[in-house]
């Protein structure tokens, strides 16, 4: 297996535009998280799915912040409208359940002017 | 939920000196805690873990030890090596359908 999928792998985009950042698990996995991670903040889970369901989104930011796995292959993450602020590093990660190893993608790292 | 505090946020050794990591959680029912090691401009990846049938746990250089009286657990690296220096990220989990928690990170520096 390629182990997690991310793309882009680095995205440059200038304030008040959308993102769509992309993620596929592993297969087999039944859960998918999403975080962001600043020097300032550390690594913060923002929102986890199991069998394609979101469980908890609590530490979504925003409303600008929405996701979506619409099948066991694939799932995204949105920003819309963009900020500076939202620079950072994004990490997706799938486990076999919630609870389990969590193997991370590769990250795409955001910057927004 | 779940609450892991990790301490030190920074820490400096020198090459052959050995590391220590501790954390803290709070909800009694957690049973599997896992330690991830982060490389500058890489991903976390997992690189021991616990589970709460066990005190101890060791694989080479690196050891774990859990005391589930007191909530805490720790993460020994001995004979420490340039490539050791890395952040290192605890957490804990209750397994199963409840989420892994994560604490907050220790950037270890191995001074050669």
């Known amino acids: 297996d390629a182990g997690v999928i991310q793309s882009p792998r680095h995205e440059v985009t200038e304030m008040g535009q959308e993102v769509t950042l992309r993620c596929k698990p592993i297969?087999?996995?039944?859960?998918l998280f999403w975080y962001r991670q600043t020097m300032m903040r550390g690594l913060e889970l923002l929102i986890y799915?199991?069998?394609?369901?979101?469980?908890?989104d609590s530490g979504m930011p925003e409303d600008r912040f929405s996701a979506k796995m619409p099948n066991a292959s694939f799932s995204t993450l949105k920003i819309q409208p963009s900020e500076p602020r939202d620079s950072a590093v994004y990490f997706c990660?799938?486990?076999?359940?919630?609870?389990?190893?969590?193997?991370f993608g590769p990250g795409t790292r955001l910057t927004v002017l | 939920g779940e609450n892991v505090e990790q301490h030190p946020s920074t820490l400096s050794v020198q090459e052959g000196d050995s590391a220590v990591i501790k954390c803290t959680y709070s909800?009694?029912?957690?049973?599997?805690f896992p330690w991830y090691k982060q490389e500058l401009g890489k991903r976390p990846q997992l690189i021991i873990d616990?589970?709460?049938?066990?005190g101890e746990k060791k694989d080479q250089r690196i050891a774990v030890t859990l005391n589930k009286t007191a909530k805490h657990f720790s993460l020994h690296i001995t004979e420490t090596q340039p490539e050791d220096s890395a952040v290192y990220f605890c957490?804990?989990?209750?397994?199963?359908?409840?989420?892994?928690?994560f604490g907050t990170g220790t950037k270890l520096q191995v001074i050669p």
């Open positions: 909800d009694s029912a957690s049973n599997y």
């Open positions: 616990i589970r709460s049938n066990v």
């Open positions: 990660a799938s486990s076999p359940s919630p609870g389990g190893e969590q193997f």
């Open positions: 957490a804990a989990s209750m397994g199963g359908y409840q989420k892994v928690t």
């Open positions: 799915f199991n069998n394609n369901v979101p469980i908890d």
């Open positions: 297969s087999g996995h039944n859960s």
